[in-house]
């Protein structure tokens, strides 16, 4: 019986060693090794799901072929593929305002101009939707706690071309007590440049909080002469016997936001055009 046993490797055979893998590109020159057509890559398409050139030879005569086996480069077999995928672009990131993200980027020097708003809620949602952005421009928001004495409070800031103030009032309405102190406000000198008033027209900013957000299809009616917190949270069914209950409220209510898509346009168009007047082109970084 022979030595050479069933299913032993013969060592003298070749080995197969793969064929080097060439990117197929337009200029490539290719010769296919069955007819000997000799002609460089003109275009490259997808036909029935796979990848197909188009080769022109000096006569300018033009044959299709499959990628794959077949062909040499200079005289060597090689293995055509499709050509490399380019990386895909990183994605980009926004901030919760929907502006791009700025990476790496560190807090601006805190200019002089201010976002004055009416309350802590209403600065808390401002800096959880543009706290990035304003950072950046270096912008800082002051709660008032109330705007009776709006007049009184833009005199002692003196307002003036690197100083400037916007300020968001809840509940700005034609006929409203918030317009008349509004309309006030603006005849400060100084004010009528470097003064913006704006406002949206809920009672307060918790309703700039789209009801969708929250799990609602619309905010609770709360009846009048009841304190309007009070009556949304017991509308809502939550705890409201105090201020820790409705503190408690708010923040349950501001986790549900986490983007500009959660408030309504009634807002974010007011904060925007706020933004905006505070960091014109070429504006001037002011002492703090």
């Given at each position: 019986m022979s030595s050479y046993e069933w299913g032993a490797q013969d060592i003298s055979a070749p080995r197969q060693v793969p064929l080097p893998k060439v990117p197929v590109s337009r200029g490539l020159v290719l010769e296919d090794v069955q007819s000997g057509y000799v002609g460089a890559v003109v275009r490259v398409e997808k036909s029935g799901g796979m990848h197909v050139?188009?080769?022109?030879?000096?006569?300018?005569?033009?044959?299709?072929?499959?990628?794959?086996?077949?062909?040499?480069?200079?005289?060597?077999?090689?293995?055509?593929?499709a050509p490399a995928l380019a990386p895909a672009a990183p994605a980009r990131k926004v901030t919760a305002s929907g502006s791009v993200k700025v990476e790496g980027s560190r807090a601006r020097t805190a200019r002089a101009s201010r976002i004055w708003v009416e309350g802590q809620h209403d600065a808390e949602l401002i800096e959880k939707v543009w706290g990035d952005d304003l950072r950046l421009e270096g912008i800082v928001v002051e709660p008032l706690h109330?705007?009776?004495?709006?007049?009184?409070?833009?005199?002692?800031?003196?307002?003036?071309?690197?100083?400037r103030l916007g300020i968001l009032v809840d509940h700005l309405v034609a006929g409203s007590k918030e317009q008349r102190i509004a309309q006030e406000a603006m005849?400060?000198?100084?004010?009528?440049?470097?003064?913006?008033?704006?406002?949206?027209?809920?009672?307060?900013?918790?309703?700039?909080?789209?009801?969708?957000?929250?799990g609602l299809t619309a905010w609770p009616v709360v009846p009048r002469g009841q304190d309007w917190k009070t009556g949304i949270l017991a509308g809502l069914g939550w705890p409201n016997a105090d201020k820790a209950a409705v503190a408690q409220g708010w923040k349950r209510l501001l986790g549900c936001v986490t983007s500009y898509s959660d408030l309504e346009p009634s807002l974010l168009g007011r904060v925007e055009e706020v933004i905006d007047f505070l960091t014109p082109p070429g504006d001037f970084d002011g002492p703090t």
């Open positions: 050139m188009v080769l022109e030879d000096r006569r300018g005569r033009l044959k299709t072929f499959p990628l794959g086996f077949g062909f040499h480069v200079d005289g060597g077999p090689v293995e055509v593929v109330g705007v009776d004495d709006l007049a009184g409070m833009i005199r002692a800031f003196g307002p003036g071309p690197n100083r005849k400060v000198p100084g004010a009528a440049a470097n003064v913006l008033v704006v406002g949206h027209p809920y009672v307060d900013v918790w309703q700039a909080i789209k009801p969708a957000s929250v």
